[in-house]
């Protein structure tokens, strides 16, 4: 048999049944221009595909999975709890559990409320923003992600005009006239849409670390700055964490800038693996929510005991020590990052690896790392397939498109890091 023979089998049946084979489209390989591999297990900072290939794992399912695959606390916990029902659909003491974790971790989050994904906290953070304003005009910036809901799938429009155009079919017009797209890192537009039309927008939503289009690290002047325009306007400042919340430290972003948004929204991490997300804030805000309040929102398996389960291990595992394991964290990242950076310079190679904690972009262009999506070059997506092709031949698994990160989990280590180093300096020069 090849070595892709039962994935590729896998793929074919999936293909008759699914949209791409897929259940998120960037899992289809399109972007590498390859075919994806169908994972069996995974352990530590390690998977395997149903052929028996065995990967040195950079995806962590997108960041979720801060202490690496099948965790023996996280699963411990989750088939503890399982045994006592996976949901009820009411009041469970695991939600007041994890509830005290994450808020504890968060000056700005006096109340929060759990949702099962990171679109849906996002959504509902907006929806409470608007209710809670009496305003209907979001801002985003161009690279940002934050879910699919629909008027948060809007890119710039052309020109002048802020005004978004949908950027998925589906998405009427009419809901995108609402978002308003600005570049990153430009004090200047926002300062200029927020003196027109800062009465109008109830809130100015931003990634804490713009880490779904490269890794588009921020200023902290801009920071600043736009915690100063939504106070003087008026509009909320939703943070959004749900890839930067404990995982660049309990605060994540909020901590890294000084920030305090009035409200953030947090997945991932938070979940351990199991579909967890949760929106939270001011107290005054959160109360807005039915049934205290008139903004709507609910969730057959919000809160459901299992996940929570996963997310409370997680938590615990990562706070215990006194959070030694964010030093961990942080001294695995600079390994990975220095010994790339270094490789790259021996090759003569002009990329860079930017780096924010555990979470790594490869830069595969010349010059400073870009801090605004419209200075990503888009020629580096060719490269990086070429590389990611190479790479899972030697047993290195990264995200399967060049605008995303790399995130280094806890069960990573120096001789994984030194693997990994070797495997990448294989694939360069094979593509060379
Ligand atoms: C992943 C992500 C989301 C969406 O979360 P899902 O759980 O995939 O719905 C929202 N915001 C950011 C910053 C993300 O990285």
């Not at 809130?203 to 600043?224: D, H, K, T, Y």
Request: glycine share 12%; charged share 20%.
């Amino acid at each position: 048999m090849s070595p892709s023979d039962r994935s590729h089998e896998l793929y074919r049946r999936a293909c008759e049944l699914m949209p791409a084979g897929v259940d998120s489209p960037v899992r289809a390989f399109r972007s590498v221009r390859g075919e994806p591999f169908f994972y069996e297990r995974g352990q530590g900072c390690h998977v395997v595909d149903v052929d028996g290939n065995r990967y040195i794992d950079y995806v962590g399912s997108w960041g979720p999975l801060i202490l690496g695959h099948a965790h023996p606390e996280v699963v411990e916990a989750v088939a503890r709890t399982a045994a006592s029902g996976l949901s009820f659909g009411a009041p469970c003491r695991q939600e007041v559990e994890l509830a005290e974790l994450v808020t504890a971790a968060a000056p700005h989050l006096e109340m929060l409320r759990f949702v099962s994904s990171g679109t849906e906290a996002v959504m509902s953070a907006v929806r409470l923003a608007r209710g809670a304003t009496g305003r209907d005009g979001i801002v985003k910036f161009s690279g940002c992600y934050h879910g699919h809901a629909d008027h948060l799938l809007v890119s710039a429009g052309s020109g002048l005009a802020t005004f978004g155009t949908p950027s998925s079919a589906g998405v009427p017009e009419s809901f995108a006239r609402h978002t308003y797209v600005l570049p990153l890192d430009d004090e200047g537009a926002l300062g200029s849409l927020m003196e027109v039309r800062g009465s109008e927008i109830a809130a100015v939503i931003i990634e804490g670390v713009p880490a779904n289009s490269g890794l588009l690290v921020q200023r902290p002047a801009f920071m600043r700055r736009l915690r100063e325009l939504c106070t003087r306007h008026g509009a909320l400042l939703i943070l959004d964490e749900v890839i930067t919340g404990f995982r660049l430290g309990p605060n994540g972003a909020a901590a890294l800038y000084d920030l305090r948004p009035d409200l953030a929204t947090y997945g991932k991490v938070i979940g351990g693996g199991m579909p967890v997300g949760a929106y939270g804030g001011r107290r005054e805000l959160m109360e807005r929510l039915a049934p205290l309040g008139a903004v709507y929102q609910a969730g057959t398996l919000s809160g459901n005991p299992v996940a929570m389960a996963a997310g409370i291990a997680t938590l615990r595992s990562l706070l215990a020590d006194g959070g030694s394991a964010y030093a961990e964290l942080e001294r695995l990242g600079a390994a990975l990052a220095g010994g790339l950076a270094e490789l790259f310079g021996r090759a003569g190679l002009p990329w860079s690896v930017v780096r924010v904690g555990s979470i790594l972009w490869l830069a595969l262009q010349a010059g400073e790392p870009p801090r605004r999506y419209e200075d990503i070059d888009p020629g580096c997506a060719a490269t990086y397939a070429a590389l990611h092709r190479a790479l899972l031949g030697r047993g290195v698994s990264l995200a399967p498109s060049a605008y995303e990160v790399a995130f280094v989990s806890l069960a990573h280590d120096d001789a994984v890091i030194a693997q990994t180093l070797e495997a990448f300096e294989e694939a360069v020069r094979e593509i060379g």
